[in-house]
């Protein structure tokens, strides 16, 4: 079964960081990596795919990098604004049965 | 574009009562989705179905059923409510199940008391 841990929980920075969110995984099958914003009491929005063939996909300010060999993603935030402010998700989709697997996320805060 | 829809927003139900919750995507999916959040969890796979007429069991299926009659609908009936079906219900959609950028609705808040 796939698991996917996101570290660190919670995240607190000042206006114009760089953030850094980390996202591993268990099973290096996969067929393809997503990132995700939540914000408060709303659904989720996807920020960026990447496929298991690729090892980063950019857009705008957002950076995401995949190293399936190890089981491991990060997503860079370049410049941080207080918009940013919101809870981040990874999922993972299985090659086998393409199902997504989710881990519980990154709340990030920028402090203005 | 609506995307996808979901319906009702907020939800309290009794234990034993049933409903349904609606969702409605306008983009010719073929695959939807429903999963349920809960606090330090991620989301968990409830029921999946890749096309009108197929409909499968994801992780934690137990309580609750679905079907899909047409491509834009699926909806999730919850058959006798518990307190612990107590949770944020978000249904998704994508494309086919390989080209899987999935899209949210807003979800449905459901208090089982």
């Known amino acids: 079964k796939q698991e996917v841990t996101q570290i660190p929980a919670a995240l607190s920075v000042p206006e114009g960081e760089n953030l850094v969110l980390n996202c591993s995984f268990t099973d290096s099958a996969i067929y393809n990596l997503q990132w995700f914003r939540q914000d408060p009491g709303k659904g989720l929005t996807s920020l960026l795919l990447?496929?298991?063939?690729?090892r980063e996909q950019t857009s705008g300010r957002l950076n995401a990098s995949l190293d399936k060999s190890s089981g491991r993603s990060t997503l860079y935030i370049a410049a941080s604004q207080p918009g940013d402010s919101a809870t981040y998700l990874c999922?993972?989709?299985?090659?086998?049965?393409?199902?997504?697997?989710f881990g519980a996320g990154t709340t990030v805060t920028v402090r203005a | 574009n609506a995307g996808v829809t979901q319906t009702p927003k907020f939800q309290v139900l009794k234990t034993g009562q049933s409903m349904t919750l609606q969702c409605a995507q306008d983009m010719n999916h073929e695959y939807m989705s429903w999963y349920r959040q809960d606090p330090g969890m991620g989301l968990r796979l409830i029921h999946y179905s890749v096309g009108a007429g197929i409909t499968d069991q994801g992780e934690v299926p137990n309580g609750y059923n679905v079907s899909r009659s047409t491509t834009e609908d699926f909806p999730l009936r919850l058959l006798s409510a518990a307190p612990s079906q107590t949770s944020v219900y978000f249904c998704a959609s994508s494309y086919n199940r390989r080209n899987t950028e999935a899209f949210f609705g807003q979800g449905t808040r459901l208090t089982v008391v």
């Open positions: 999922a993972v989709s299985g090659s086998n049965d393409y199902k997504l697997s």
């Open positions: 990447i496929q298991s063939s690729q």
